[in-house]
């Protein structure tokens, strides 16, 4: 069971000091150092949080704190801050307000723990999941950025703001983390280049040198050692308890988690190193001839560096340094610059360029953890301003910072006392006014428009003339010489004019928090933030991405000669429209308060906390709140929560709401001195009052749950009940269908059964009927039959005696008549046999008495006669048919008549291999000596490449041309012809490939019997002039390509140039022609020619390798050569497949 529990549980002092009793000063800071001395930092007014620096680490921050606090009334737990978080973030979440956090307290007093907190126990408790843990990853990991690049230690604080922060963080209406926006408010930027004694620069400068690498530092060209930098102050360089390289560390860590990329931090870094360096440039003074000094940089080394990391070019930002431009509309004057001319520039430039690079971390951080989705957000802000600041020695910064810690006083005041008691007032509660300081009439004497400082301060930096810190102190003198809050020496109020505390060169204001004294020097310099423009030139002329990003006035193209705004009207804006941003929100406050001076744990210093009690206005917020009512609630609202704790409210109220609210609360019967009814809100006088409602509603809230609870199961139930009815009357109906089914089945067949056997018992019976009906029928036509059959027989036997008699009569004829025949064929035999001896002998006898006859014609060797003349006849007939089938006349035709007879067979082969001889002459001497000498070209050709070279084949149906540029009738080439004194065999461009690049270069190839020439395409100009003799040897690649190396003889006049490697895509003719020429000029027998996919080739001096490679196949484009290194040339060619 939940234990409950209650603010005033084992209380130390009083944990809520409106409780507090007797209410004095004094009690009050005795309750607070009671609740401090036992460890309780955490002390509330009413819904406001005081919080104490404890200046140690306290075992109160834990996950089991976190869970503690979770989900728990604000009143129920012991103060902590995680009580606020809780309130502000279920508010956010349950009813839809956007809440913001308003953490204030001096310089010290743990602001920016307490905002740590808060957002650290929100992440906690809000919901879970990739996405949403990335988020919440990336809003908590942005703090130690813009800590590194924000913080410093003071002499109040180690880890100081020195700017204001102003961080929403947006949730889904599940009330998870989507993501957030931070806003800056005015970098104190003079710390860049000096810091008071006991402080530091920003804490990035040394942790870059304590933690980065020895690799990065070199890459950054800077020094491990903090005293070689004029910027880095060195009596505080290293911090007790702050660790610069494992913070730095930290930082590399946060800015990847928050999106930076490798370059961007890179950039970042190397900004940050530029400012160092620049810290570094010293100047001397240059005398010049008009008698004025000019500065000149003393060692460039620092310059050089610097702007060898930004990308500047250093002759621009030396010139920059040395002279200033001032444009006026159409004139551009340009002046020199004395050395505290250069100075002032120097460090103006590493002011802007630091506090432009904070900024740009700001836009950074936000464009990495704004939310995706554009729809409307809840929003919890947590507000993180420098906290209020007297120095011993105050400038422009500490007015800027304590003027926006008055207008937070303002808001304080205006939302919780002002506000308070003025709703009273509305309300027509009975109510005491209760006395309070209003510091509007402070943040007028800044602000106003007319005549508030900031006005005074933009008018005297904008009037002509000559214009000082001091001419604007005289100003305020006169403007603000009445106001009662401001105080000078000048002054017409004679009042401080003996005041010695209050130096001549200095003005007073008695802030909310105390009287604090400005020096004016610097406050125009400051207010004007003034660049020249010859610098933010030189910086957007720079070749670094981030800087030019940077300085954009810089962009000649975007000269504005208009002013830029003043940073204390920037200020002042961004101020405004602060204040109007947390106007619209629901506040929670956390006062900061600090125990004592010295950074130390366990030490309460009573002045300082009484001085700050005082000036946060914390007794006027205790009287406030007991006075008045500690809850309030329009009517509306409060019925529709509470209305279920009464039966006549509840479901439904129909009269008017406040009735409504009356009626609940009479039935309830609270006591009347505990609430009071307003115009439009009821007023709840005590916490415990409002819990005991919470208490009794969430009561109520659990039995309506019980009964939606009740009604769902009975629903679910009943649907399931249902669901089960139907099922089973569905599943009986199917089971009956079933059963009748079979029982109709068993009937069925055993009908069946009983059927076939009376059909069969009938059927048997009809059957043995008609059996015996058949057997007596059967028995009749037996009987019958064998009668008739005895008849017959005895008819048949009759019939039978009578056809013997009749046949044998028959027969007796027959043989007679037979007889007769044979004895006449046998006489007609004989007579024919005779006829035809007679007709034989005849025949003899003629034949005989022809060959007496011829014989006396015929000689013996008749025989051998008439074979030989057949024979002829034979031959003759075989040439006139071969003369008639005679195949064609051309040398390559292969048909041939066939044999006749086989006897010819070799004279038919003979006479076929005579006749292509003969067609074979006659083709021949039909040729020209032109012609011949091209077929002999041909043939040499087919020689040297056949099965060697690709490209042949394709070059065999070409002929040769030999001149394909008609060098002697082209005019172009008139004198290129004429240079020639012999006849040009061949005339051809060709590609004269160069060794560097590998790219052809046309060239005219001449032939002629004793040179070959290179000449320039267009003009026809002789390059290269090569006796034949002098070429040892050509060089081509077995692939389909143009390419061939000239080799020449070692030692020749033409070899100083070396060989030439040309491409032509008359290869073929080119190499057989030279080849041809070459051998008799040369007069030996052949020419080399090296077929080879890898040979050398002499340029010059070296010796450069060709190779030939088998590259993708293409369309159109032929080999393409490439320059690989020096001593290879690749060509590729495209493979024909
Ligand atoms: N809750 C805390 N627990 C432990 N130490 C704390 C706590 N709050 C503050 N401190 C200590 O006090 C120091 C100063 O706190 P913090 O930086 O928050 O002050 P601040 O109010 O933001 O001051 P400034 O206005 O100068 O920025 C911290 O560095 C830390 O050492
Ligand atoms: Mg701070």
């Given at each position: 069971m939940e234990v409950k529990t209650s603010l005033l549980d084992n209380m130390i002092g009083v944990g809520d000091m409106v409780l507090l009793e007797p209410l004095t000063e004094d009690s009050f800071i005795e309750n607070l150092r009671n609740r401090f001395d036992h460890n309780e930092i955490y002390t509330y007014i009413g819904s406001v949080v005081i919080s104490m620096n404890p200046y140690r680490s306290l075992p109160i921050f834990t996950p089991e704190k976190v869970e503690e606090y979770r989900n728990r009334n604000f009143y129920e737990l012991s103060p902590h801050i995680y009580a606020l978080a809780d309130e502000a973030y279920r508010s956010l979440r349950d009813q839809d307000k956007d809440q913001c956090i308003l953490i204030t307290g001096e310089s010290g007093a743990g602001k920016t723990e307490a905002s740590k907190l808060v957002m650290s126990y929100v992440a906690a408790v809000c919901g879970k999941g990739q996405e949403v843990n990335k988020v919440k990853e990336q809003l908590l990991q942005s703090n130690p950025v813009l800590e590194a690049f924000g913080n410093a230690k003071t002499v109040r604080n180690d880890n100081s703001s020195r700017f204001g922060k102003y961080m929403d963080i947006e949730f889904d209406f599940k009330g998870d983390p989507v993501g957030g926006v931070i806003s800056n408010y005015l970098l104190e930027k003079s710390r860049v280049v000096k810091q008071p004694r006991g402080e530091r620069n920003f804490h990035i400068f040394y942790q870059l040198l304590s933690g980065a690498s020895d690799d990065t530092l070199r890459k950054l060209k800077l020094d491990r050692d903090f005293s070689k930098y004029n910027y880095l102050s060195l009596d505080s360089a290293n911090v007790n308890g702050l660790d610069d390289a494992a913070n730095f560390r930290t930082v590399r860590n946060a800015m990847q988690i928050v999106g930076f990329m490798e370059d961007e931090v890179q950039s970042v870094l190397e900004l940050v190193a530029a400012v160092l360096k620049l810290g570094n440039i010293e100047f001397k003074p240059e005398s010049r001839s008009n008698g004025y000094d000019e500065s000149r940089v003393k060692d460039k080394n620092d310059l050089k560096e610097m702007c060898e990391l930004l990308g500047i070019e250093q002759s621009v930002l030396e010139r920059a340094f040395s002279y200033r431009t001032v444009e006026a509309k159409l004139e551009k004057v340009s002046t020199t610059l004395n050395v505290s001319q250069a100075y002032y520039a120097r460090d103006a430039l590493a002011k802007n360029l630091y506090s432009r690079l904070f900024s740009w971390l700001v836009t950074r951080i936000n464009e990495s953890i704004k939310a995706q989705s554009k729809t409307r957000h809840k929003v919890m802000g947590v507000l993180d301003i420098y906290g209020f600041e007297i120095f011993e020695d105050n400038s422009f910064e500490q007015f800027i910072i304590n003027y926006c810690n008055e207008k937070l006083q303002q808001i304080f005041i205006e939302l919780t006392l002002r506000e308070e008691q003025e709703e009273y007032i509305r309300e027509d509660i009975e109510w005491t006014n209760i006395e309070y300081f209003n510091n509007a009439v402070i943040c007028d004497l800044i602000?106003?428009?007319?005549?508030g400082i900031l006005a005074m301060l933009d008018e005297e930096c904008l009037r002509p003339g000559t214009v000082t810190d001091i001419t604007f102190l005289d100003k305020l003198n006169t403007v603000c010489a009445e106001h009662q809050h401001f105080e000078s020496r000048l002054s017409k109020n004679s009042k401080f004019l003996t005041d010695h505390s209050l130096p001549h060169s200095c003005f007073r204001i008695q802030h909310y928090a105390g009287k604090v004294l400005y020096r004016v020097e610097g406050f125009m310099d400051k207010n004007n933030d003034l660049l020249y423009r010859d610098l933010s030139q030189a910086m957007y002329k720079a070749n670094h991405k981030l800087i030019k990003q940077l300085f954009p006035e810089g962009n000649p193209a975007k000269v504005n000669l208009k002013r830029p705004p003043t940073a204390g009207f920037q200020f002042k804006h961004s101020v405004g429209t602060l204040m109007r941003n947390l106007q619209t929100k629901n506040p929670n406050y956390i006062r900061c308060v600090k125990p004592n001076d010295k950074k130390a744990p366990r030490i309460f210093t009573d002045s300082l906390v009484r001085h700050q009690v005082a000036y946060l206005g914390l007794m006027e917020n205790v009287r406030v709140r007991r006075a008045g009512y500690a809850y309030r609630q329009a009517y509306e609202p409060c019925l529709e929560r509470y209305k279920m704790l009464c039966k006549q409210t509840w479901p439904h109220w129909k009269g008017p709401t406040r009735e409504g609210v009356e009626v609940l609360m009479a039935d309830l019967q609270v006591s009347t001195e505990e609430f009071a009814y307003g115009n439009s809100k009821i007023f709840i006088r005590n916490p415990r009052t409002l819990f005991s409602l919470e208490e009794k509603r969430r009561g109520c809230l659990e039995n309506l749950a019980a009964l939606i609870q009740k009604i769902y199961r009975g629903w679910k139930c009943r649907t399931h009940f249902l669901l089960l009815k139907h099922s089973q009357v569905v599943v009986a109906a199917w089971y009956r269908r079933y059963a009748q089914q079979k029982k109709y089945t068993q009937i069925k067949s055993a009908t069946i059964m009983v059927q076939s056997y009376s059909r069969g018992w009938k059927a048997r019976k009809i059957l043995r009927e008609l059996k015996h009906q058949k057997r007596c029928e059967e028995a009749a036509t037996t009987i019958a039959a064998y009668w008739h059959g005895t008849q017959a027989r005895r008819e048949l036997r009759r019939l039978k005696e009578e056809a013997r008699n009749k046949h044998a009569v028959s027969v007796i004829w027959a043989g007679w008549q037979g007889t007769k025949a044979r004895r006449e064929l046998k006489r007609l035999k004989k007579e024919a046999r005779r006829r035809h001896a007679v007709a034989v002998i005849w025949a003899y006898w003629l034949g005989l008495k022809v060959r007496r006859e011829y014989r006396k014609f015929f000689r013996a060797n008749a025989g051998r006669k008439i074979y030989s003349f057949i024979m002829q006849r034979l031959m003759q007939k075989y040439f006139l048919g071969l003369k008639r089938d005679l195949p064609s006349m051309s040398p390559i035709g292969g048909s041939w008549p066939t044999r006749p007879y086989r006897f010819l067979d070799t004279a038919h082969t003979e006479l076929r291999s005579i006749f292509h001889h003969w067609r074979c002459k006659k083709y021949r001497s039909r040729f020209t000596d032109e012609r011949k000498a091209v077929f002999e070209e041909k043939l040499q050709a087919s020689e040297i490449f056949k099965d060697k070279k690709a490209l042949y084949p394709s070059s065999v149906g070409q002929p040769f041309r030999g001149d394909y540029l008609e060098i002697s009738k082209n005019p172009k080439y008139q004198k290129l012809s004429s240079a020639m004194d012999e006849k040009v065999l061949l005339a051809d461009v060709v590609n004269k490939i160069n060794r560097a690049n590998g790219k052809g270069t046309a060239r005219i190839f001449l032939l002629t019997k004793n040179n070959f020439v290179l000449a320039d395409q267009k003009t026809g100009q002789v390059k290269a002039s090569v006796p034949?003799?002098?070429?040892a040897s050509i060089s081509v690649s077995t692939q389909n390509d143009g390419f061939f190396a000239l080799k020449l003889k070692e030692g020749s006049a033409g070899a100083t140039k070396g060989d030439f490697l040309l491409s032509s895509e008359h290869l073929i003719e080119i190499i057989t022609k030279l080849r041809r020429t070459g051998a008799t000029a040369v007069n030996h027998d052949h020419l080399d020619i090296d077929i080879s996919d890898e040979f050398l080739v002499q340029f010059k001096q070296d010796k450069v390798c060709v190779k030939f490679v088998q590259g993708a196949p293409k369309n159109g484009n032929g080999a393409s050569c490439k320059r690989k290194n020096n001593r290879l040339l690749e060509v590729s060619v495209p493979s024909t497949a």
């Open positions: 602000e106003n428009n007319q005549n034949l003799p002098d070429l």
